[in-house]
Antibody
Framework: EVELVESGGGLVQPGGSLRLSCAAS????????MNWVRQAPGKGLEWVSS????????YYADSVKDRFTISRDNSKNTVDLQLNNLRPDDAAVYYC????????????WGQGTLVTVSP | DIQMTQSPSTLSASVGDRVTISCRAS??????LAWYQQKPGRAPNLLIF???SLESGVPSRFSGSASGTEFTLTISSLQPDDFATYYC????????FGGGTKVESK
């Protein structure tokens, strides 16, 4: 059974940094792209970043480009999202999601981790 | 970027009703359209992919259809467990989501 468990969320001041992590199990991790999707309080879903199975290709939403960095460790079955220069509008629940038969088909999701950006 | 326009934003219905949610893509997405269900405080859950293919374990009362860039999610007979928010998402390119449809009790 596929399981994704996020960690690393918390309260950070504007301009600060945070590192989110997602531990995966139940599938051959290196065979699948991984994604991060966020949801601001009371709002809809927003794709943030994707990473190919090998880690060679990365993709970012314009809203986070040059501030966030996605990476993975296929030996540990983890995918991380480094959040730098955080802004109040980055506050959200961040979900880790496994890519399916296509990179962007999000077939399994973690429970999410909350990032709060406030002075 | 491909824009996804979902309607209605809110839908009031009763148990047993037939419910239809629409989603329109701003350009061709070659049928790469998924539907997700999200309940409060929970992660989204994949219901349908490739416009009309039912994900394993999803009840057969859920169905999807497509006509060009217009997509529809239908719940044939609404059940108490189906009150939730539904999102469409294109995955022909990097993901974009519709704004969501909240299905609430009438």
């Amino acid at each position: 059974e596929v399981e994704l468990v996020e960690s690393g969320g918390g309260l950070v001041q504007p301009g600060g940094s945070l590192r989110l992590s997602c531990a995966a199990s139940g599938f051959t991790f290196s065979n699948y792209a991984m994604n991060w999707v966020r949801q601001a309080p009371g709002k809809g879903l927003e794709w943030v970043s994707s990473l190919s199975g090998t880690g060679a290709k990365t993709y970012y939403a314009d809203s986070v480009k040059d501030r966030f960095t996605i990476s993975r460790d296929n030996s540990k079955n983890t995918v991380d999202l480094q959040l730098n220069n955080l802004r109040p509008d980055d506050a959200a629940v961040y979900y880790c999601a496994k890519g399916g038969i296509r990179l962007s088909l999000l077939d399994h999701w973690g429970q999410g981790t909350l990032v709060t950006v406030s002075p | 970027d491909i824009q996804m326009t979902q309607s209605p934003s809110t839908l009031s219905a009763s148990v047993g009703d037939r419910v239809t949610i629409s989603c329109r893509a701003s350009q061709s997405i070659n049928g790469y359209l998924a539907w997700y269900q999200q309940k409060p405080g929970r992660a989204p859950n994949l219901l349908i992919f490739r416009s009309s293919s039912l994900e394993s374990g999803v009840p057969s009362r859920f169905s999807g259809s497509a006509s060009g860039t217009e997509f529809t999610l239908t719940i044939s007979s609404l059940q108490p467990d189906d009150f939730a928010t539904y999102y469409c998402q294109q995955y022909d390119s990097l993901p974009t989501f519709g704004g969501g449809t909240k299905v609430e009790s009438k």
